[in-house]
């Protein structure tokens, strides 16, 4: 949370697959975009973190959340979300009427039914390195494109979408459809040379003054 003041509004940092909450790029991002004056909030997606005894291999989380469910895993954790943020509103540490998303890969897979719940709430969003459509190895069962693109139809807010042209793991078409769908008239679609796991120096620095930008001050 902001040292100074009380938090101007409340960002939501989603983390990717077999990451955690405590990942070093959510820690830098977390204190950058506190000095600017938000708190934010990042909490362990299903069967990661401290959610688990120890850490596990994609493919057997994966299969835990395909036996699960996706659509259902998907609405507990926007449940968890939202109950997260209404929790440190209680507290005086968050705002719970201005927030914002942040979200790449499995980030973007819970993040996008998060924010689209958030409904006027969510001020705008960051996501990306996700679409409609997956590859191998992937599990097929963690597939949802008619849950996702209905969340995409929901999010009327500002919007940055990163795309990794030469992603493996989510084709840049479905990418792209995912995009279409979205329905915010102010949207912006950034797209990087390279794989699904590779980041450019700048885009961390991007992605953060998106977010503070499109924030009341």
């Known amino acids: 949370s902001p040292q100074t003041a009380e938090p101007r509004a409340t960002a939501l940092l989603f983390h990717g697959g077999s990451g955690h909450k405590r990942s070093q790029r959510h820690l830098r991002m977390g204190r ?10 990042a909490i362990d997606g299903p069967c990661h973190g401290e959610r688990v005894p120890a ?13 699960e469910g996706i659509e259902a895993v998907t609405a507990r954790m926007t449940r968890d979300w939202l109950d997260a943020v209404s929790a440190l509103a ?3 540490l968050a705002d719970p009427a201005r927030v914002s998303v942040f979200g790449m ?13 958030l409904g006027p709430r969510l001020q705008c969003a960051v996501l990306g390195k996700f679409g409609l459509r997956q590859a191998p190895p992937l599990h097929p069962g963690l ?35 995912l995009f279409d769908e979205l329905a915010s008239s102010d949207k ?12 450019h120096p700048d885009d961390e620095a991007s ?11």
């Open 32 to 41: 950058r975009l506190a000095s600017a004056g938000l708190a934010v909030i």
């Open 55 to 67: 850490p596990m291999t994609p493919p057997a989380y994966q299969q835990l959340i395909a036996d």
């Open 90 to 92: 209680a507290l005086g």
């Open 105 to 117: 890969s499995m980030g973007a897979r819970f993040g996008l039914p998060t924010a689209a719940a």
């Open 143 to 177: 597939g949802a494109p008619s849950l996702m693109a209905a969340a995409a139809r929901a999010i009327s807010a500002a919007l940055l979408y990163h795309v990794q042209w030469d992603d493996e793991i989510f084709p840049r078409d479905g990418q792209f459809e």
């Open 188 to 199: 912006q679609l950034i797209a990087r040379p390279g794989p699904h796991g590779r980041t």
């Open 207 to 217: 992605w953060q003054d998106f977010l503070a930008f499109n924030t009341p001050r």
